[in-house]
């Protein structure tokens, strides 16, 4: 989940009176998950991230930065098609879904996929650099960490 605002989700949280525990059971995900997210410690995964929001009653886009990029494993959720889907109607393997979405590769024909995922190329283009760049910010807080 790109540019995941975790301390709106905290506000909207203690707005409706929800504790910890009751957002981690309504969302299925372990509290220390919603600590996690809440704190900016972790950016949530997609499926956390729509657990979290319909538990809270708002949209994932809510709960993200303004003028934030979705990535492209943000994305796709939001078009109902699974990673394997999404391979049939590209025609690759999963894994190549899995990769781009994770902005490890790049692609050949970016036409193709930006109307595979309903985006302008232009969308399709910064969708793939927020996907890259996620990755890049994980690696150099993993790294930072140590």
């Known amino acids: 989940m790109s540019l995941y605002d975790g301390a709106r989700a905290r506000a909207l ?6 504790g910890v525990e009751d957002l981690a059971v309504a969302a ?6 919603v600590r996690s997210v809440e704190s900016g410690k972790h950016q949530p995964r997609p499926r956390v991230a729509h657990g979290i929001a319909r538990a809270l009653g708002v949209s994932v886009e809510e709960l993200t930065l303004p003028g934030s990029v979705q990535t492209l494993r943000d994305i ?12 049939a109607r590209l025609g690759v393997v999963r894994q190549m879904v899995s990769q781009v979405e994770r902005g490890v590769n790049g692609v050949r024909s970016p036409s193709r996929w930006a109307a595979a995922y309903g985006l302008t190329l232009a969308q399709w283009t910064d969708a793939q650099r927020a996907s890259r760049d996620l990755v890049r910010q994980k690696v150099a807080a993993q790294t930072h960490r140590r």
């Open 13 to 18: 949280r203690l707005e409706a009176g929800i």
């Open 76 to 87: 796709r959720p939001r078009l109902g098609r699974t990673q394997s889907e999404m391979a």
């Open 28 to 33: 299925g995900v372990s509290p220390n998950t």
